[in-house]
């Protein structure tokens, strides 16, 4: 539990990055980027449409993002539309989360060009109170376990003592 509580309260590493999509011309094509995320965290960050036209943003988990390229109706973890904007959503387990571009709607016959700028922030503070509350368990667990193992253990032995009689008291037989 103590180790389980540490590796929940120690957030992961922030990382941070720019890049410049183009989403191609067609109804059917998008901009995908894919962050293999390790610890719980959040996904956050800005983008601007070039031209000044609209496109949705879509954050997608594994299962959200299968079901959109396969074109069936799925919720996301979050969405925005508009040539510029922020996104950010929480990330409470590791796998695979995609940022998803879109043509804006009546933008399909054209490429549109978007600067996205995110971070990846370890941090999560719906996490830290479990992660605290886990580690403090652990801790007490642990504390426990040393005062019982200390308890159990037998008295030292009296192996390094010498015993001599005491001086003055002997007895002599004839």
Known sequence: MFIIGFYIVLPATTVSGDQAASINIGANHYYRITFNILKAGKISGTFSETSGNSITLYIFNQQQQTAY???????????????T????????????YYLVLEHGASFTDQVQNVQVSWVLDGSNPALLGTGLAILATGLVLLFIGYRKMHRASPPPSATDVVMFDQPGKTSLSK
């Open 85 to 96: 904007g922020s996104f950010s959503a929480s990330v409470l387990s590791p796998g695979n």
């Open 69 to 83: 390229q396969s074109g069936q109706t799925t919720d996301s973890m979050f969405s925005t539309s508009g040539s």
